[in-house]
């Protein structure tokens, strides 16, 4: 497969026929070997309209989806920024490559080391700071961030990652509610508040350890 090839049309034909007009995500997509990210196995579906599987119950968003989402969060020069749930580290990748400062938290530490060496391969600048540890958690010692990225679907967004993000700060995320379908948001934190704001119907794979924790029924 022509991956530079495969990479245009991902660009022209997911990407901008479905709003996504932000220069910097364009750009750094477009720049990205998105293939470099998946397991060879799955090389072949890097750049298709879907979800790619990473490991056993973990995968990484389609293309418009991430997309969508870092547009809505306006990514910018110098921000830091949180990645939950950061896997082979593509989603990080983009937010390293437009210029934030990227702290990338994953548990899963073979995805993590697969996340380093594909910074090592395609980040010529500076390269998130891997992080292993439970990911409803987040990383305290970097906080407060202005931008947090969720890197897959949630049920839930504990107050740990709430408390994390700075005074006019941004997180991107899909949520998942029972009963409903789920949708890509994006929620801001204003005057203490967090308040979330749906940008459209969505879905992509669950990040562990965000189900709400059990509650008894008489």
């Known amino acids: 497969m022509a991956y530079a090839t495969a990479r245009k049309f991902m660009v022209d034909g997911q990407l ?58 306006s990514p910018r020069l110098g921000e830091q920024a949180l990645v939950v749930g950061a896997a082979t580290g593509y989603a990080a990748a983009a937010l390293a490559d437009i210029g934030l400062v990227v702290t990338a938290l994953e548990e899963d530490a073979a995805l993590l080391a697969a ?68 949708v890509a948001a994006l929620a801001r934190k204003l005057g203490g508040a967090f308040i979330t704001t749906p940008i459209m119907d969505a879905v992509a794979p669950a990040l562990p350890g965000f189900a ?3 509650s008894f029924v008489f």
């Open 16 to 73: 901008r026929p479905n709003k996504v007009t932000d220069a910097l995500v364009l750009a750094a997509m477009a720049r990205l070997p998105r293939e470099a990210f998946v397991p060879a196995a799955a090389r072949a579906r890097a750049y298709a309209d879907d979800a790619v599987p990473l490991s056993p119950g973990r995968g990484m968003m389609a293309p418009m989806v991430l997309a969508r989402l870092l547009q809505a969060a």
């Open 115 to 182: 996340a380093r060496v594909s910074w090592a391969e395609c980040l010529p600048g500076a390269r998130p700071l891997a992080v292993q540890g439970e990911l409803a958690q987040g990383h305290a010692q970097g906080a407060p961030y202005q931008l947090i990225l969720l890197d897959g679907a949630v049920e839930r967004v504990p107050e740990t990652l709430i408390a994390q993000l700075a005074e006019g700060g941004r997180m991107a995320m899909v949520l998942s509610r029972a009963g409903g379908l789920p």
């Open 212 to 214: 709400p924790a059990p």
